[in-house]
């Protein structure tokens, strides 16, 4: 009868890792970015956008964080908010600027992520849009984000 614990365990734990979403590595990460052209789009070089990832979402094409301030949500790989540039059905006066859902920017193909991206630093302040950035990424050597990357 120890199997069924072991079982259930076992289910428990594989049940949580789908539920958590896809985690990718920097280079991976890097790589998909420039497949998307994302890397050098408005002057901004792949560096830049990995140290963003990693600063607002750790990588996790799944993360969601809500804003208590605005009552907004951000979402995705690149934490993109609900009050302008995703429709959640939830956020008080969103603007919805990306035209997409926010569900669309937690998939594991970040297509729809790299698309409101290249939207939001069309935008007079580029990617400083990002207080993540700003805090993390600004005047910093980044070049260990593609580092090894083969790109």
């Known amino acids: 009868m120890k199997a069924l614990p072991t079982l259930l365990t076992l289910g428990l734990l594989l049940l949580s890792i789908t539920v958590q979403g896809k985690v990718l590595n920097r280079c991976l990460l890097a790589r998909t970015l420039q497949r998307f052209g994302l890397g050098g789009f408005k002057g901004i070089s792949l560096a830049n956008w990995i140290c963003l990832a990693k600063s607002v979402s750790g990588y996790d094409t799944k993360a969601i964080k809500y804003n208590h301030e605005d009552r907004s949500t951000n979402y995705g790989i690149f934490q993109i908010s609900s009050r302008y540039w995703c429709n959640d059905s939830k956020t008080p006066g969103s ?57």
């Open 95 to 151: 603007k919805n600027f990306c035209r997409v859902s926010c569900k669309a920017l937690l998939k594991n193909n970040i297509k729809a992520s790299v698309t409101c991206a290249k939207r939001i630093v069309k935008d007079p302040r580029g990617i400083t849009t990002w207080e993540a950035w700003r805090k993390n990424c600004e005047h910093k050597n980044l070049f260990q984000y593609v580092q090894g990357c083969s790109l």
